[in-house]
């Protein structure tokens, strides 16, 4: 939950880098809080639903383009690469192999490596 918190900090904050533990634990509690409301609005109308998911999608759209792009400039490539997306089955592909991909160790053009500066938010060692 705290990686969550973390990205949703860096609401809007598309420089840095972004470890692949604060990517996908956003992404994880996304995908959580959208099945919840799905079965929310199971007994509801559908427009409800739509309305729900809809006020929540465009609430989480710059938080989740600002952590795709520190991902992204953790392996190393350009947050431009998030367009790469919209071609049909290669992009969507492409994408999932650069997310799961390690850090590039040490420094980059985007900055320290994440994972050698502050391994867990809120911890200090």
């Known amino acids: 939950m705290s990686w969550f918190i973390e990205a949703l900090k ?5 420089s840095g880098r972004a470890r692949r533990k604060e990517y996908w634990n956003f992404v994880l509690f996304v995908a959580i809080i959208y099945v919840v409301l799905i079965a929310i609005g199971v007994g509801a109308k559908v427009t409800a639903v739509l309305a729900l998911a809809g006020v929540f999608y465009l609430a989480i759209l710059i938080p989740s383009l600002a952590v795709g792009v520190r ?3 953790d ?3 350009s947050g431009w ?4 997306g919209i071609v049909p089955v290669v992009g969507p592909i492409t994408l999932l192999v650069f997310t799961v991909s390690d850090s590039q160790p040490g420094v980059n053009q985007y900055g320290p490596n994440p994972k ?3 391994p867990v938010p809120g911890y200090a060692a």
């Not at 860096?10 to 598309?14: D, H, I, L, R, T």
């Not at 690469?81 to 790469?84: A, G, I, K, P, S």
């Open 75 to 77: 392996t190393g490539r």
């Open 10 to 14: 860096k609401y809007a904050v598309f």
């Open 71 to 73: 991902r992204l400039h």
């Open 116 to 118: 050698e500066t502050n």
């Open 81 to 84: 690469w998030l367009l790469f």
